[in-house]
């Protein structure tokens, strides 16, 4: 066969493979836009565990109708110019709707504080439809039907709608930890039911919005951390070593704002408590890290929940040094033991070992 181009539809699908593998990924995609436009409020709808139906309403900016083409079009995106390594949004890569549009039934219905009316463009197996006039509030509101009906093979991958369902449940939970201040609700099934009000945008509404998602219980048992270490801030609340889980499921980590899944955060939470907590036993808890976005590359993988440090040891070093000293001080680990030489040396603050 000679060499050819591929279709546009065709490049979406390929592409879709890698950012939407769940529906979960989906709800991810469209609540990561909504915040990126300045959204207040999100509200996220499903049904069939996301393979039927995901509705997610914002009330952020809106897309201009001339926009509208260009959103569901391919490396279109209003959040990058030309420097990849600067980005402060969650969203950069201008694929997130085109994928989805080539795998499902998407609608799209805007409006921003400006316009006279709402418009609406539809995308279907990847066909972009004409805009049509709409009626609508300031912001966006975008409907994915049938989900993978374009990938039969992947739909087959699919879980079953608890399993989807609950997956969409922990995405929004990890997004939602890092955005106190916007109120998100979820429906579709009633296990997966959230109902987030808006906190404040500070350390306290950060609190309420963990005990929200992690349980009322969380803020009585959990340490707070606070530590610097050459330019990387960490921040967050964690759990005591009676308050754990047999997963670590609610271990939520966050680099810049970022929800993301990273082994070595991971490793580094379980290694500072690797006194304290059986092997079977998980600490829960949020860890938010901040640190100069040159100092971290978060363009590893199209799902954006993968990062690399530029210094991977000292991330570790300041998450176990703060774990551990929150531990210490709350006298819940000996601090004259054999690892207190070790623990000095992670201070925060401290010169590395
Ligand atoms: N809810 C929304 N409110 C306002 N604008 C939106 C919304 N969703 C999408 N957009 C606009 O459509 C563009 C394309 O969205 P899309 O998710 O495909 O790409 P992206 O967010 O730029 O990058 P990524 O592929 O990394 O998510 C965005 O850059 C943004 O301008
Ligand atoms: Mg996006």
């Known amino acids: 066969m000679p ?3 591929l279709s546009e539809t065709v490049i979406n699908q390929i592409a879709a493979g890698e950012v939407i593998e769940r529906p979960a990924s989906v709800v991810k995609e469209l609540v990561e836009n ?11 709808a499903t049904a069939g565990g996301g393979l039927n139906l995901i509705r997610v309403v914002d009330d952020g900016s809106g897309i201009p109708a001339a926009e509208l083409p260009l959103a569901v079009s391919r490396h279109c995106t209003s959040k990058l110019s030309e420097d990849i390594h600067d980005i402060r ?11 989805i549009g080539s795998v499902s039934r998407l609608t799209i219905r805007s409006r921003t504080a400006d316009a006279e009316e709402a418009m609406e463009i539809a995308v279907e197996g990847g066909r972009v439809s004409a805009l049509r006039p709409a009626a609508a509030n300031r912001g966006t509101q975008v409907e994915v039907r049938d989900l993978f009906y374009a990938t039969p093979v992947r739909l087959k991958f699919m879980k079953g709608e608890r399993a989807e369902s609950s997956a969409i449940g922990d995405v929004v939970k990890r997004i ?14 009633d296990r997966t039911r959230l109902d987030l009000p808006a906190e404040a945008d500070d350390e306290d509404g950060r609190l309420r919005r963990l005990a929200k998602v992690l349980g009322d219980d969380f803020p009585r048992n ?10 990387v801030h960490l921040a967050g609340q964690v759990s005591i070593p009676s308050f754990t ?8 980590a966050y680099v810049n704002g970022r929800p993301v899944r990273d082994r070595q955060i991971a490793a580094a939470i379980r290694a500072a408590y690797a006194d304290v ?10 860890l938010f890290l901040t640190l100069d976005p040159g100092l971290v590359d978060v363009n590893v993988h199209p799902a954006k929940a993968d990062v690399r440090f530029r210094d991977p040891g000292l991330v570790r070093g300041l998450i176990i040094g703060a774990i551990r000293q929150a531990l210490a001080e709350a006298g819940m680990r000996p601090a004259t033991s054999g690892t207190a030489g070790m623990m000095a040396a992670f201070r925060p603050g401290a010169a590395p070992a």
Request: aromatic letters at 6%; glycine letters at 8%.
């Open 3 to 5: 060499i050819r181009q």
């Open 34 to 44: 909504a915040l990126d436009a300045g959204a207040s409020r999100v509200e996220i």
């Open 89 to 99: 949004s969650l969203g950069f890569r201008g694929e997130a709707l085109p994928s």
């Open 176 to 189: 939602a930890v890092a955005f106190p201040a916007v109120r998100f609700t979820l429906t579709g099934t």
């Open 222 to 231: 959990a340490l707070a951390l606070d530590a610097m270490r050459e330019g």
């Open 245 to 252: 889980r047999a997963n670590a499921l609610m271990q939520f």
């Open 277 to 286: 907590l059986p092997r079977d036993r998980h600490a829960i808890g949020a």
